[in-house]
């Protein structure tokens, strides 16, 4: 045998080895985010564990008194059920699709949030009026606003790529329609919600090119008219004075109150917790601990360890979000890239805010944790978030494996 009958058997051998290494390469590049789907899937199913543990007490108080001990579990089950039904249908839209109707939904949404302030319309709880019910479930439409902004945002900024780096034409515009998504929220009122959109809105503009120096004079005027609402409303000042004391025995049992128990829930859990179902302070003395004070049961129940679980869960998902949006962006799909970040902004965000409530960085606002506080119109707009974000990921791999989306 000479050398080149040789050569020729070693080639016929390696040549579909090297194709089949290639084929299982592209198999592996047409499949999703797995490891994507599977942070979100911990998120849903640790939150309803503990909104399960931290509301199975709430029908020994006469406000819940004619619920059974498992309602909000078997709700927050539906809710997690109709969230994941609603993400397999909207993975199945293109990224293009979504662009196109963008302002149209973010217009049908602002006529929701205004119908919301209308009397016989909107639902009332607790002196804010958030809710459009439906007998069966209640919509909140500024959840809608949030997933809507980030597509608004991400087009307005597309279509104004050539004036980003003016003020006139390229913020404007957008300035308007945050005023009357603000001046809508502040009438509900839901302060927490406007910050979560005007810090989606201003990311999105930031990372899309405008201008630097106008970014940060606007966004310090922003903070000078966050800080004169606070200041002009006395209910938001007290506030304020008890989130920066809130062991002051006035505050603790006024303003305070839910602040300084939630302080305690955190230090009874330490670095192991006192177990699943082991919370005292679900037990009546925290308001609210199965939505916005929901990371305080977990840090009494599942301590630090838990605690930190949960927060490199969230850090990942954001991370994966700008990964998604950064590999878009290099293949010049700007929109794209823009969803997938803004998706990123607003769950980084809105988590900071929660966690920074719970552990008293922040002042106190009614603001869900993503994924796992209980709540119909988080979880299920939530859920089509990250089908969403993986829609983007999903066609990203399906361009670079040369295929047509």
């Excluded at 149209?104 to 019910?133: D, E, M, Q």
């Excluded at 974000?389 to 066609?395: K, P």
Aim: contains cysteine.
């Amino acid at each position: 045998m000479n050398f080149q009958s040789v050569k020729r058997f070693f080639g016929e051998v390696i040549r579909p080895q090297e194709s089949r290494a290639g084929t299982a390469k592209n198999a592996r590049m047409m499949k999703i985010d797995q490891y994507l789907i599977f942070a979100v899937l911990a998120l849903l199913f640790l939150g309803l564990t503990m909104v399960y543990s931290a509301s199975i007490a709430l029908p020994d108080s006469p406000k819940y008194a004619n619920y059974m001990n498992e309602h909000f579990f078997i709700r927050q089950s539906i809710f997690i059920a109709l969230g994941l039904f609603a993400g397999l249908m909207v993975f199945r839209i293109r990224v293009d699709t979504w662009q196109k109707y963008a302002p149209i939904l973010f217009l049908i949404t602002l006529v929701l949030l205004v119908l919301v302030l209308i009397p016989g319309i909107g639902k009332g709880v607790n002196g804010a009026r958030r809710w459009l019910s439906f007998r069966v479930f209640n919509l909140q439409p500024s959840e809608l606003m949030k997933l809507f902004i980030v597509m608004y945002a991400a087009d307005y900024t597309v279509r104004k790529q050539n004036f980003m780096h003016k003020l006139t034409k390229g913020f404007f515009p957008m300035a308007l329609a945050l005023g009357l998504i603000g001046l809508l929220l502040l009438l509900e009122p839901d302060l927490g919600a406007l910050g979560v959109i005007i810090c989606i809105a201003m990311g999105i503009l930031f990372l899309g090119g405008f201008n630097g120096i106008w970014f940060g004079g606007i966004a310090a005027t922003l903070v000078g008219i966050f800080s004169m609402v606070i200041i002009m409303s006395p209910w938001r000042r007290e506030r304020i004075f008890a989130y920066l004391n809130p062991w002051d025995e006035a505050n603790a049992l006024g303003k305070g109150y839910q602040l300084s128990h939630s302080l305690i829930a955190f230090g009874r859990g330490e670095i192991f917790g006192v177990g699943l179902g082991g919370s005292v302070e679900k037990l009546h003395y925290l308001p609210e601990a199965h939505t916005d004070f929901l990371m305080a049961v977990v840090g009494e129940e599942l301590g630090f360890v838990g605690v930190v679980a949960v927060v490199a869960i969230f850090y990942w998902i954001v991370k994966r979000a700008f990964e998604i949006g950064r590999q878009s962006i290099a293949m010049d799909r700007i929109f794209a890239g823009l969803l997938a970040q803004g998706i990123g902004i607003w769950i980084g965000v809105q988590t900071f805010i929660n966690m920074g409530v719970n552990l008293g960085l922040l002042p106190t606002k009614g603001l869900t944790l993503p994924l796992m506080s209980y709540g119909g119109s988080g979880i299920v707009i939530n859920c089509m978030a990250m089908a969403i974000l993986l829609r983007v990921d999903y066609e990203n791999r399906k361009i670079m494996r040369g295929g047509r989306i």
